[in-house]
């Protein structure tokens, strides 16, 4: 099941009012940035509200050919096509979520520690997004940082592309891609949050 995916600046939406300039506006400033993968993430129960936002997402990252991917919300995820979904060890299992999509979307697998990569299945995942690498405050219920020592003992018994994720910024995200063992990192809050976006891209290139 390998896709034709660029993992490089894997961006993670925040909540809307928590991005400088509203969310459409900071993933197009992020993509023209760099970034080359969107993974839209809330925690908004409201489903008409979620639509509202995704809808337009969805139709500029088709326009400059970039990925969507939806967190946790399989159903969202099937409705609109997205071009994948990211669960995490606690969500949907990773099985039902392949059934769900199909086998030519793209699936995700938060994983925190060792034992969770090893069990990581290939026929049904696609890469792993691997951390916190460092502390981070975007997600309150996040597991114990691992920290550069544990990730890449972690990442470097993953047998598919891994993506790094939690507290990245300009130096922490160099450290990391020295590393050669990640296939993207994931940021959140160092765009979303960034005066420029498309600078705050452009840094962790």
Not at 136 to 151: N, S
């Amino acid at each position: 099941m390998k896709k034709n995916i660029n993992y490089h600046l894997y961006l993670v939406t925040d909540a809307p009012e928590k991005c400088r300039y509203g969310l459409l506006e900071t993933v197009q400033l992020a993509v023209q940035g760099g970034v080359t993968i969107v993974q839209y993430r809330s925690e908004n129960p409201d489903h008409a509200a979620k639509l509202a936002e995704v809808l337009p997402l969805q139709k500029y990252l088709r326009s400059v050919n970039v990925p969507l991917i939806i967190n946790n919300d399989v159903a969202l995820a099937v409705e609109i096509d997205a071009d994948g979904v990211h669960v995490g060890q606690s969500d949907m299992p990773a099985a039902e979520a392949r059934r769900l999509i199909g086998p030519d979307k793209v699936l995700g697998l938060s994983v925190t520690n060792a034992a969770e990569m090893a069990a990581v299945d290939t026929s049904l995942v696609d890469y792993v997004g691997c951390g916190p690498v460092f502390p981070t405050i975007t997600k309150l219920d996040a597991a114990r940082e691992l920290g550069m020592e544990g990730w890449l003992s972690v990442a470097g018994a993953s047998p598919l592309p891994v993506v790094a994720i939690g507290g990245l910024d300009r130096e922490r995200t160099a450290a990391v891609r020295a590393t050669g063992l990640a296939a993207g990192v994931a940021v959140v809050s160092y765009i979303c949050a960034a005066e420029d976006p498309a600078q705050a891209a452009r840094e962790l290139l």
